[in-house]
């Protein structure tokens, strides 16, 4: 039973194609972008001031591919699209945590930018450690990469 | 523009209502539950099995009502719901951080259970410390309730 959603808002983002922009939000944590939130949903950021850090989850609107298995950035081989953060996925749900800068006037700037300019967002939600950190994890073909901190290339060169 | 989506999965979980179920997974740890994965998207499972963690999106299907203000379990105030994880959100998207027990027969075992039983699941994402964690957070209306540990309330007793 297919499962209809309406945008909240859109992403204001100095990326307008993938150049340049970071794979995750942590590599590049220094570029600014808003999150403008659709009057009629903008009661429900009262208090979001209050976090540091929030989960935008997004639809990959620019994501022209659904596939099943996929090359990540990192690799030179295909794994399954689950066990990768891909925008080609089924449904082209996108999450990413953002670092609040300011919440006012139904806006939220922010930095850790990993969203395309024009992005329509789906829901917030406070990122909460005291229920999001989990300790021991493992991560599959990802790990290698990080044996000796963040991989030289995390930045994508090409769109 | 809406946005229409195709579970992917479905959760069987021992909660077929919210009593005895926790807020969080972390609250709860040892309960199992198991996401059916239909046959159509089984291959992007692969690799799954490296992580010991994955993140669900899936849709708060008995979320009955949409508010954009909202007194969350710990709290006797209401908050924006953006600024919470209430499940009566716009979208009733919902996010759980489970712990992969194992993934085989396109049936995905966790524990960290939080999720009701019949849940359509619309992506699963590995959960990647290296992305995922955050230092120095602050959480807004929630901190309080975790100064000396978990609050000692995290159960929901009535559905």
Request: charged share 25%; hydrophobic share 35%.
């Amino acid at each position: 039973m297919p499962i209809t959603l309406e945008p909240i808002g859109i992403v204001h983002s100095p990326y307008t194609d993938t150049a340049g922009m970071p794979i995750q939000g942590v590599f590049k944590p220094g570029i600014e972008a808003c999150l403008e939130v659709y009057e009629a949903y903008r009661e429900g950021l009262a208090d979001l001031d209050g976090f540091s850090h929030a989960i935008l989850i997004y639809h990959f609107h620019r994501a022209a591919r659904t596939c099943l298995r996929t090359q990540p950035f990192l690799e030179d081989v295909e794994h399954g699209v689950f066990a990768t953060r891909s925008p080609n996925r089924p449904n082209h749900l996108g999450l990413s945590i953002i670092r609040i800068l300011a919440v006012a006037d139904g806006r939220v700037r922010f930095t850790d930018v990993d969203v395309l300019d024009q992005t329509p967002v789906l829901d917030i939600k406070p990122y909460v450690k005291h229920f999001d950190h989990r300790d021991g994890t493992r991560h599959g073909w990802i790990d290698k990469h990080f044996e000796n901190g963040p991989p030289a290339r995390t930045i994508i060169e090409q769109p």
